[in-house]
């Protein structure tokens, strides 16, 4: 049973920063996909960064480019989202989500199919 806990949200000012972190259980797929997306209220869940569990540098959203750095810990299980830079844009609802075994990864929703409960993100100017 693989469960996705993220943890970290909270309300930051713009222009300052926040850590979600992802602790995932019972995931030990080494050629999976592992990735944060969002979800503002009204629109569309969109994707954030993802990366091969395999290994390989990870993919960010052009939103997000420059401003979010994303990384795997492997020996604890966890996944980051280190978050820079924050705009108003960038408040929603933050979820971890991992795919199957042998998957190509990309922010293709429907390939996650396990995701954590969420955790919300709100930017005050």
């Known amino acids: 049973q693989v469960q996705l806990v993220e943890s970290g949200g909270g309300s930051v000012q713009a222009g300052g920063s926040l850590v979600l972190s992802c602790a995932a259980s019972?995931?030990?797929?080494?050629?999976?996909?592992m990735g944060w997306f969002r979800q503002a209220p009204g629109k569309e869940r969109e994707g954030v960064a993802f990366?091969?569990?395999?290994?390989?540098?990870?993919t960010y959203a052009d939103s997000v480019k420059d401003r979010f750095s994303f990384s795997i810990d492997n020996a604890k299980h966890t996944v980051w989202l280190q978050m820079h830079d924050v705009k108003p844009e960038d408040a929603a609802m933050y979820y971890c989500a991992v795919t199957g075994r042998q998957v190509s990864c990309d922010f293709s929703i429907y390939k996650y199919i396990y995701w954590g409960q969420g955790t919300q993100v709100t930017v005050s100017s």
């Open positions: 019972g995931y030990t797929y080494s050629s999976g996909c």
């Open positions: 990366a091969y569990t395999g290994g390989g540098g990870p």
